[in-house]
């Protein structure tokens, strides 16, 4: 069986120039992605949450990973904004705490966040506050997170190709066509 690691090297670079860049972050990208889709597979929820500049990724991901007419089972992605729509409000990290509490009522089998954007916005605290969250950062650098510059002109054809990759890997984790122990 093909690892993880092999088979994300073998997409991007069937995948030509337009996807070359995300080789310079392979080793992040399969630490973190193996991570949280292990997670995923074993009934772990994902909340997503983005800055306000990527609020469309959110929707996009979402719809992305649990499209209609798919051939695998919805699985457990789905947005904080749905559940919680005062997340603007949250403003101390008592307030956050709560959240934390509430969410973990709701969600018996864990959850995590998977947030995009900027490491310094008031919605990455939220984020941050979880130690095993998905990040995609903008100019700030995590461990287990992946970074990303802001500066970047073509960013938003990257996280669209970003969010591909990560639905492709979901299939075949899920499916059992690619190994991942040596990735988690």
Known sequence: MQSFSSWTTQQIREGGFCVSWIEERLYEWITITARAINNIVNAHTYLVLTDSDREWLESYLINKINKKGFSRPPLPVISLKSIYPHIDSLNSSDDI???????????????????????????????????????????????????????????????????????????????????IEGAI
């Not at 969600?107 to 969250?133: E, M």
């Open 97 to 179: 705490e709560l959240l934390n509490d509430m969410l973990s009522i709701l969600f018996p089998n864990g959850y995590s966040f998977f947030y995009v954007g900027d490491g310094t916005h008031k919605r990455a605290k939220i984020a941050k506050a979880k130690d095993d969250s998905l990040l995609w950062l903008f100019d700030e650098r995590v461990q287990n997170s992946l970074y990303l510059s802001s500066n970047d002109r073509d960013i938003d054809i990257k996280l669209m190709q970003l969010v591909d990759l990560f639905d492709k890997s979901v299939d075949v984790i899920l499916f059992n066509e690619v190994d």
